[in-house]
């Protein structure tokens, strides 16, 4: 099932017409229901970008972004905010936790806002805590807990509302090896048991072999669509080639 | 030299956020000159008559607002500090020292400190003659030509004052500036703040302080009022502030807790939002909650004296001019004083004076010491007593004394005895005798006026335990006059002075008007020092707040940041920023009104229900009078709540510079 369609997405930083910067160029591109896919280019390329598109934070300048059949732009400014908590997860390279609030509040928190009811907001807390064992942290503050732990409540936040998608903008990216890698099994799992749809960003290779197949951006356009045959060694070699390819030298 | 162009570079880019600052600053310096201006001002002296030491009182009240001045520009001072913590740490970023941009802050503090001092000097030169009139009529003085005048003394006064204000902030910005570390000014944005939960003990003891100073305050009996006054003030301002330092983070925490109250929508945002600053606000919170407090109580108590002042005049003295002894010619020469100015005579009466001394039973020990031994009181039979009422102003109530009984007229602190009956004994008769709070005036000068039955009256009389002459002293008549217009005619009080003053023949007088006018005098003045340092009281609390609500802001960007990546729409985050906004306002404007409450119910006892005759509750006119009060100041505060809030909207939508 075709979950998300992009079509012909531009985008164009500043309004003055001679300091215009043109950050993507006609990027169209689907993704199936399920899926777990990468993105990836070098630094500036677009990678965040069009994944704030994706995630209506960001606006596109023409195209259009369709998610389960309904064309975004279509949307009211409230209805954008209510599909935003609701639709669709983010994770943030910098967490995006409130300092304000404990870990636990920073979880519930899309679910409060929609409204739901306070059983149903403990039941589901409850529930996503065990099976993704972050039972522990729940009462401490974001800055009593270490990194790692940081981006598995934001991701435990990213899930709580059973979002379609969810988009994670290098996610690894400040996690030590260890960590990142409880990370992204995570992230498995959730894309395993839960079936949501993954798009995430990362410079990571290690990380991006997790993925079902890659996007490859350079200079604001699509370069390369890289898709796993299934072994992980194989992928990661296979993204290693279009990395060298591009002439990124990262990892 | 760059330092002082980078100081008014700096303050044309900060215009917005100085104009606050600034304009409670020029109307703390309007004040000041204002209150100096009066206590110097010619007209006033010699238009103000009375006794009463209105120079000293100005200067004090000038120098206690100069106090609150004070401590109002250094925390301002500081909270704007901490509020440019970003362009602060610009410039230690770039190399300046922590000694140089210290310079630079007190070069902008001198800079703004000047111009507030010019502007608010000028304002008050421009309303001094509109100052010097309010005044004079509220004090209802003859209002003669008012000039206008440049009271220079004035000027070189409030600006002497400030300079030094000003440099005691300036230094202790320097004090700040020299604290902060490099790192520090960078964590500004991101201070996390210690985990708080507030204390279950404060919240208590808060709740029993504040409880009990209540209980106190509203006890029936005046003086015990008055002795625990200074315990009801301390426990009151100790129990408001237990209360922000540890009980509202309680009840915060206790809301956390409850999660179907906190989980409800953004609720669970302003609340965390709030309960992570609840520490940082305390203080702030707290002194805002004693100075709506005193304030609103300043302007309330001052109301209710000045309105009240009218009525008291009329109804704690029964005529408008009595006095004893005299003969008819004196009758006569008032009555064609009245005539001439207008006026004519309403109620007229005369009645011959008796003493009696019983020796007394269970009397009150302060009208024994009072007396000492004679223990002499004026007396009058029922009949003559209901006549006298009857003559005198509206109020005076009849009384009905059976037989075998007495009534003492003894105003005031009756209540307060608790003795057993007092028994009045002449020989071997004894007569049971009650305290009633009636108007003692007409008993030439004896702490208490005795009311018999007629028929007791006339045995006693008969017996000659009821005399005319004290101690050998013949008394004299008591005449009593009410007439038209006595409180409007400053001629008639004048007439009947010069008549009464330098008779021989007369024992003693009383002139309501001079009374009134001098009554009138004190509470105009309180009033209006009352409404002045009510003002500047306003002024710089709401002034705290806000500095402090925006230094707080800018803290805050990145929660807001957050929630918006996260995905709130717009009605979403001012519902947000409302709730985070009020409870910082209104919490403490709740608790000073019903501070303020309680505290005029204690002016009420000791004070209000000898002044205000009601057939009711003198409390509940109070309580009408303050009303009016309370509701200016919150409408004022209101005023300050929305720019606070407006300013803070912007600040936290990055929208600001
Ligand atoms: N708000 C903005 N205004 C103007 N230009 C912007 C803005 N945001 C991004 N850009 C520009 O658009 C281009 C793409 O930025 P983007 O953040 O999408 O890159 P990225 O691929 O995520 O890079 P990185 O890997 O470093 O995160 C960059 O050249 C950037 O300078
Ligand atoms: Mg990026």
Known sequence: ?251 | MKLTSLAISNIKHNMKNYAMYFFSMCFSVFTTYSFANLALSETISESIQSSIKYKNTFIGFGIVILIFVMFFLISSNKSFIRYRKREISTYALFGMENGKIGRMLFFETLVIGAAALIIGIAIGIFFSKLMVMILLKMVLAEVAEVSFAIEWNAILMTSAAYFIIYCIMGLSGLRVINKFQLVDLFKGDKIAEKRTKGSIALLIISAILIIVAYRLAIDKHSYIVVMNMFLVIGMTIAGTYLFFFGGLQKLLDIVKKNKNIFYKKTRLVSVSLLSHKAKTFAATMGTIAVLIASSTTAMAFGYTLYKSAENNAKELNSFDVYYYGGDETIENEIYELLEKNGSEPLDFIKVEQYVTKPEGENFPESIIWLSGDSLAFSTYSQSTFNKISEASQDSNPMVDVKEGTALIAYPGYYADFEHGEPVLKYGDISIKAEFEPLPNTYSNGSYATIIFNDKDYEMLNRLGYVKSNDNGRELSEFIGINYKNSLYSKEIAAGLNEILRSNETINGYHILYDTYIESMTLFGLLCFIGYFISAVFILMSVSLLYFKQIAIGTEEISQYESLRRIGIDKDQENKIITNRIWPVFFIPLVMGLIHSVFAMKGADTILFSNMIYTDGNSYLEVLKTSSVMYIIYSLVYFVFYLITKYKYIRIVSNKQN
């Open chain 1, 1 to 251: 099932m075709r979950l998300l369609e992009l079509k012909n997405i531009s985008k164009t930083y500043g309004s003055k017409k001679n300091k215009k910067y043109t950050a993507l160029k006609n990027i169209s591109f689907d993704v199936e229901s399920g899926d777990f896919m990468g993105i990836m280019g070098a630094s500036g390329s677009g990678k965040t970008t069009l994944l704030n598109i994706i995630g209506s934070i960001d606006m596109q300048t023409s195209g259009s972004v369709v998610v389960n059949g309904i064309d975004v732009s279509d949307l009211s400014k409230k209805q954008l905010a209510a599909h935003r908590r609701e639709n669709i997860g983010f994770i943030f390279q910098d967490y995006n936790l409130l300092d304000s609030m404990t870990i636990e509040e920073n979880i519930v928190l899309p679910l409060a806002l929609s409204g739901e009811k306070a059983k149903v907001i403990k039941d589901k807390l409850n529930a996503l805590a065990d099976d993704l064992k972050i039972k522990d942290i729940l009462p401490k503050f974001p800055y009593e807990v270490s990194g790692g732990e940081k981006q598995r409540a934001s991701a435990c936040r990213a899930l709580i509302t059973e979002p379609k998608i969810i988009l994670a903008d290098e996610p690894t990216g400040n996690l030590d090896t260890a960590s990142g890698k409880q990370l992204l099994n995570m992230l498995e799992y959730i894309n395993q048991n839960y079936k949501t749809t993954i798009l995430m960003v990362t410079h990571d290779i290690f990380a991006a072999s997790y993925c079902h197949n890659i996007l490859f951006i350079k200079d604001g356009e699509i370069y390369n669509h890289l898709h796993s045959k299934g072994d992980r060694q194989e992928f990661f070699n296979s993204i290693l080639n279009v990395m060298s390819a591009l002439g990124g030298t990262e990892k």
